[in-house]
T-cell receptor
């Protein structure tokens, strides 16, 4: 297992288009998290899953955003009708249930640029 | 509610000199505190953690941090900077050690001068 994998690494899209990102967590990890990091800021929590259940969503996650983890393994994050304000690095992390921040493994992120 | 404030957005030091990255926290509970490092094009990596045991915490690559409850601080230090330490550093707080959601500070970019 090579850690948390995110694809694509970079995505440039035109405003109004839909985009989808994928995260493959560490296989035995049952928790998966999505964070968003804008320039000059720390990562901000978006949502997290325990197995296939989405347990919490941030108010940052507008109705244009949807995340899924259909089989409790990989996850996708879709943004519909992208806006320039969606430009950011989208980070995925995974952990075992009951572990705190020291149990997180982060991926390298997907950098989205909306033009 | 929990929050962290990183007091410096950018710190520049000469190679071989001490590093100090400052972090203040706010928490309604006895918090768990962490420092993460982010190198360009790499994932966030845990440097060290404080979870109510020893107040002086040692991490990887020679970094240390001291939890001071009276000052609500958790500053990161290293006696001698190395060029490879150049990166973005984040202070992180959670309300308890196994919290599902972690809260990041805004980050401090550390530059090392030759």
């Amino acid at each position: 297992d090579t850690g948390v994998s995110q694809n694509p690494r970079h995505k440039i899209t035109k405003r109004g288009q839909n985009v989808t990102f994928r995260c493959d967590p560490i296989s035995e990890h049952n928790r998966l998290y999505w964070y968003r990091q804008t320039l000059g800021q720390g990562p901000e929590f978006l949502t997290y899953f325990q197995n296939e259940a989405q347990l919490e969503k941030s108010r940052l996650l507008s109705d244009r955003f949807s995340a899924e983890r259909p089989k409790g393994s990989f996850s996708t994050l879709e943004i519909q009708r992208t806006e320039q304000g969606d430009s950011a690095m989208y980070l995925c992390a995974s952990s075992l249930m009951g572990q705190g921040a020291d149990g997180y493994t982060f991926g390298s992120g997907t950098r989205l640029t909306v033009v | 509610a929990q929050s962290v404030t990183q007091l410096d957005s950018h710190v520049s030091v000469s190679e071989g000199t001490p590093v100090l990255l400052r972090c203040n926290y706010s928490s309604s509970y006895s918090p768990s505190l962490f420092w993460y490092v982010q190198h360009p094009n790499k994932g966030l990596q845990l440097l060290l953690k404080y979870t109510s045991a020893a107040t002086l915490v040692k991490g990887i690559n020679g970094f240390e941090a001291e939890f001071k409850k009276s000052e609500t601080s958790f500053h990161l230090t290293k006696p001698s900077a190395h060029m490879s330490d150049a990166a973005e550093y984040f202070c992180v707080v959670t309300p308890y050690s196994s919290a599902s959601k972690i809260i990041f500070g805004s980050g401090t970019r550390l530059s090392i001068r030759p």
